[in-house]
T-cell receptor
Framework: AQSVAQPEDQVKVAEGNPLTVKCTYS??????LFWYVQYPNRGLQFLLK??????LVKGSYGFEAEFNKSQTSFHLKKPSALVSDSALYFC??????????FGAGTILRVKS | DGGITQSPKYLFRKEGQNVTLSCEQN?????MYWYRQDPGQGLRLIYY???????QKGDIAEGYSVSREKKESFPLTVTSAQKNPTAFYLC?????????????FGQGTRLTVV
């Protein structure tokens, strides 16, 4: 069965600094990996996904993620954080089927 | 305006009652999902459906039931057997293109037991 780990409950970064939110996964076969963002009392918004090909994936709002097969990781990154990036971030994985499994989430706090 | 609509936004349940959460999508998606969100536990999968008249249990299906009689609709019933139903419930859908399609989420229903 597939699973996702987000090892950090919270990440704090100063505005303008680069940010990284970590994600590792476990899945049989080729993984399909996703990042979502959630603002308080709202649903999840899709940021980006990895299917195949280039290991660096670019997504919405200046976010990108790096896929590393040997480390089974899919870390979310942004070169310059904004205060408005403060939110709850989820990593998710799906194998070839339709079951979509999420990690526990990481709170990102960007301070001005 | 395409998307996923969950209703109601807030729902209060008395002990021993069954309640049904609505989820409707007009995206023509085949797959639909129900997740439960609790603080610090992320999203846990309750049920998912890949096609009309078919659904599978997720990781925490006990105390919940679903139906998928129409492609657009995937209602979730929280039964009295669910001992701790207070949570934020999220519905999602995705197109059936193998595993690569992203899921789209509704705005959620917050259920509280009173």
């Amino acid at each position: 069965a597939q699973s996702v780990a987000q090892p950090e409950d919270q990440v704090k970064v100063a505005e303008g600094n680069p940010l990284t939110v970590k994600c590792t996964y476990s899945v049989s076969g080729n993984p399909y990996l996703f990042w979502y963002v959630q603002y308080p009392n709202r649903g999840l918004q899709f940021l980006l996904k990895y299917i195949t090909g280039d290991n660096l994936v670019k997504g919405s709002y200046g976010f990108e993620a790096e896929f590393n097969k040997s480390q089974t990781s899919f870390h979310l990154k942004k070169p310059s954080a904004l205060v408005s990036d403060s939110a709850l971030y989820f990593c998710a994985v799906r194998d070839g089927g339709n079951k979509l499994v999420f990690g526990a989430g990481t709170i990102l706090r960007v301070k001005s | 305006d395409g998307g996923i609509t969950q209703s109601p936004k807030y729902l209060f349940r008395k002990e021993g009652q069954n309640v049904t959460l609505s989820c409707e999508q007009n995206l023509n998606h085949d797959a639909m999902y129900w997740y439960r969100q609790d603080p610090g536990q992320g999203l846990r999968l309750i049920y998912y459906s890949q096609i009309v008249n078919d659904f599978q249990k997720g990781d925490i299906a006990e105390g919940y039931s679903v139906s998928r009689e129409k492609k657009e609709s995937f209602p979730l019933t929280v039964t009295s057997a669910q001992k701790n139903p207070t949570a934020f419930y999220l519905c999602a859908s995705s197109s059936r293109t193998g595993g690569s399609a992203e899921a789209f989420f509704g705005q959620g229903t917050r259920l509280t037991v009173v």
